[in-house]
């Protein structure tokens, strides 16, 4: 079974970066696409960033699009965000996600069959 853990939030002031990871362990994940979610209190899980399986591929909600970078490692079983430039909407818990498959679903939740605990980001104006 896959399992995901997702490191690297913290508080940060607006227009600073922060790089998240999302490590997985209990089987390969070569063959999956790997996102990012987030999710603000009171509000729906919302699509941040995917990448496919060799990181041919990549997709990003508009509102990240030039600031946040999606990458992953498959010898390390890692996949990464880049964060930069940092706003106080930015603010949420993000979560590691991964499916089967690529295309205009990706940026749906229900597509994904495993997902990390999550990792709070906070950033201050």
């Known amino acids: 079974q896959l399992r995901l853990i997702e490191s690297g939030g913290g508080l940060v002031q607006a227009g600073g970066s922060l790089r998240l990871a999302c490590a997985a362990s209990g089987r390969t994940f070569i063959h999956d696409t790997m996102s990012w979610f987030r999710q603000a209190p009171g509000k729906d899980r919302e699509f941040v960033a995917a990448?496919?399986?060799?990181?041919?591929?990549?997709d990003y909600t508009g509102i990240v699009k030039g600031r946040f970078t999606i990458s992953r490692d498959n010898a390390k079983n890692t996949n990464y965000l880049q964060m930069n430039n940092l706003k106080p909407e930015d603010t949420a818990v993000y979560y590691c996600g991964t499916r089967g498959g690529w295309g205009s679903s990706n940026n749906s939740p229900s597509q994904y069959n495993t997902w990390g605990q999550g990792t709070q980001v906070t950033v201050s104006a």
């Open positions: 990448i496919n399986w060799n990181g041919g591929l990549t």
